[in-house]
């Protein structure tokens, strides 16, 4: 069975972006919301779902929506709106999963494999055949995203998965355009070359 196209879309990279050097940029500014329970109320479903993402089949996006809120409510006050909220919460919901997932490396390597973990996911689908197919896909695809550096794994998931724009990106990552235009490119080089060495039957 052939391995369906990552993502939503392969939309082109200018080529005369791929070659440029990896810059930040701050974005403008945008006021902070009044109270932990508005931001809740507007961004909960947001953060679930960047962490259900960033954070792949293992994680237990209720925990972390919880974890970031409560970190929010701790720095809410510090929070002088230099940065747009939806790019504070972003920061806040990626630290929150690259925290989560290393635990999560750590307990699989002592008390369990991927695989175990894996197998007690349940999958939307009609049949159970096809709930095992869409099961297995998804840990293969974040099998070979766990192998990619944390910034080429991000933009690589936001763009292809969550169907962000490159401007989106950008806004939320404090990133340069062109530098999330090269990170995708090599991204998606990195993923495609690890997928044929990782997982070569999936591609005949």
Same mark, same amino acid.
């Given at each position: 069975?052939?391995?369906?196209? @990552?993502?939503?879309?392969?939309?082109?990279?200018?080529?005369?972006? !791929?070659?440029?050097?990896?810059?930040?940029? !701050?974005? #403008?500014?945008?006021?902070?919301?009044?109270?932990?329970?508005?931001?809740?109320?507007?961004?909960?479903?947001?953060?679930?779902?960047?962490?259900?993402?960033?954070?792949?089949?293992?994680?237990?996006?209720?925990?972390? !929506?919880?974890?970031?809120?409560?970190?929010?409510?701790?720095?809410?006050?510090? @929070?002088?709106?230099?940065?747009?909220? +939806?790019?504070?919460?972003?920061?806040? +919901?990626?630290?929150?999963?690259?925290?989560?997932?290393?635990?999560?490396?750590?307990?699989?390597?002592?008390?369990?494999?991927?695989?175990?973990?894996?197998?007690?996911?349940?999958?939307?689908?009609?049949?159970?055949?096809?709930?095992?197919?869409?099961?297995? +896909?998804?840990?293969?695809?974040?099998? !070979?995203?766990?192998?990619?550096?944390?910034?080429?794994?991000?933009?690589?998931?936001? @763009?292809?998965?969550?169907?962000?724009?490159?401007?989106?990106?950008?806004?939320?990552?404090? +990133?340069?355009? #062109?530098?999330?235009?090269?990170?995708?490119?090599?991204?998606?080089?990195?993923?495609?070359?690890?997928?044929?060495?990782? @997982?070569?039957?999936?591609?005949?």
């Amino acid at each position: 069975m052939r391995l369906k196209a @990552f993502g939503r879309r392969l939309t082109p990279i200018p080529q005369e972006l !791929v070659s440029q050097p990896e810059t930040a940029v !701050v974005p #403008p500014t945008s006021p902070a919301p009044l109270d932990v329970a508005a931001l809740y109320r507007r961004y909960a479903d947001t953060v679930a779902s960047w962490a259900a993402l960033l954070g792949g089949p293992v994680i237990e996006v209720a925990d972390v !929506v919880q974890e970031v809120f409560v970190i929010v409510h701790r720095r809410l006050r510090t @929070f002088r709106g230099d940065a747009a909220v +939806t790019t504070w919460l972003y920061s806040i +919901t990626q630290n929150v999963v690259r925290n989560r997932r290393r635990k999560e490396r750590w307990r699989r390597w002592i008390g369990g494999s991927a695989d175990e973990l894996a197998a007690e996911l349940a999958a939307p689908g009609p049949t159970p055949i096809e709930q095992l197919e869409q099961r297995r +896909t998804t840990q293969m695809i974040y099998q !070979v995203l766990e192998g990619l550096r944390e910034k080429y794994r991000t933009v690589l998931i936001l @763009f292809e998965i969550e169907g962000l724009t490159g401007e989106e990106i950008a806004r939320l990552t404090r +990133t340069k355009l #062109p530098t999330v235009w090269v990170r995708l490119h090599r991204a998606r080089m990195q993923f495609v070359r690890r997928l044929q060495e990782q @997982f070569p039957e999936r591609l005949r």
